[in-house]
């Protein structure tokens, strides 16, 4: 009996060297471990810097996400990620035939009221003035000849050789051939006269209106093409053909940046917004890379806000103020995409 319990006891202290050696092998493997990565990324000391923060890589100009102005279907897109655009140059065109259509028909019209316009200014030709003149003096003479011969006929009434019927017919058509020509002589001098002042205002303002109306279509018509307000490179196409716009959402399509000149755009825990000044050295760093490089704080931002660049600290809070900051680097980084987060250490 005594025998088995020294073998049992024997076996439970075995296992208890066997359990302890594991877990002293699988510490020194965990130290090893820790000292080769702390080789190959040496960590900042803590009193190196004066305070450290998060942040991501952007154009110095800020990268541009670029929304339509008018809601419509995208046909077509002229370019891709990564190419280099001017300022001003078309990125993508709108489905608007439609509105074309439009302004062709308004700008039909609009030639036409100018021509009219033109016309109530210059007047009435010298021939329709010649022939308004002719046609008074022919209805002059006619109206002349028709009053001489009812007063020959009023002369003859006393010996009877024209009767009150014939007299009276003779008269009437006297004073027809006078109204005849006061008509004719009323047209050649409304003629002469040209447009009223008023007349010609209104004609000169239908021509102005629908020149005008011509403009804001073509404005609008404009807004179908979305064109670059810098020159810089493309960094994403964030919608194709066939799909829609969005432009009353403000939905962005493409996204547009300068990289000629990089900056960090770091945020400041509230904790230490007050501690940063522009002309500070900054060192920048990605996690996992052993290079670094350094760069001045260039602005400061003197409205606090929402801490939007998160780190790989699970400790980090994501609700609290922070202060942004830019950083210039001092030499050229290399090839970094805009959005890349990176931390920063201010030195004292």
Request: proline residues 4%; glycine residues 8%.
């Amino acid at each position: 009996m005594a025998a088995r319990d020294n073998k049992a006891g024997r076996g439970r202290r075995r296992r208890w060297w066997v359990a302890g050696g594991a877990a002293a092998c699988l510490l020194l493997l965990t130290m090893m471990i820790q000292m080769q990565q702390s080789a190959a990324e040496p960590a900042a000391l803590p009193d190196r810097h004066r305070l450290t923060a998060s942040g991501r890589i952007d154009a110095a100009g800020e990268a541009r996400y670029l929304a339509a102005e008018i809601d419509a279907r995208i046909e077509r897109t002229f370019v891709r990620p990564g190419d280099q655009v001017a300022a001003g140059q078309p990125l993508l065109a709108l489905a608007c035939a439609d509105m074309a259509a439009d302004l062709a028909a308004m700008r039909a019209g609009a030639a036409a009221a100018a021509a009219q316009s033109r016309l109530v200014l210059a007047g009435p030709r010298p021939e329709a003035l010649a022939q308004a003149e002719a046609m008074a003096a022919a209805a002059a003479s006619r109206a002349s000849d028709a009053h001489l011969q009812w007063q020959r006929s009023l002369a003859l009434r006393a010996s009877g050789f024209v009767s009150e019927l014939r007299l009276s017919a003779l008269e009437a058509d006297a004073l027809a051939r006078k109204a005849e020509h006061e008509a004719a002589a009323m047209a050649a001098r409304t003629l002469h006269n040209g447009a009223r002042h008023d007349e010609r205002r209104a004609a000169l303002a239908a021509a102005q209106g629908a020149q005008a109306n011509v403009a804001a279509l073509a404005a609008r018509l404009g807004k179908c093409q979305l064109r670059s307000p810098v020159a810089g490179t493309v960094l994403k196409l964030l919608r194709r053909e066939g799909e829609f716009s969005g432009g009353s959402s403000g939905t962005p399509l493409v996204v547009v940046g300068d990289l000629s000149r990089l900056i960090v755009r770091a945020e400041i825990a509230d904790r230490d917004a007050a501690l940063v000044r522009t002309g500070m050295v900054a060192e920048i760093w990605v996690d996992g890379q052993p290079q670094r490089w350094t760069g001045k704080v260039i602005e400061t931002s003197a409205l606090m806000g929402r801490k939007t660049a998160r780190s790989l600290d699970p400790s980090d809070r994501f609700d609290r103020d922070i202060r942004e900051v830019l950083v210039a680097f001092d030499r050229p980084p290399p090839d970094m995409p805009v959005g890349l987060r990176v931390n920063i250490g201010l030195l004292p």
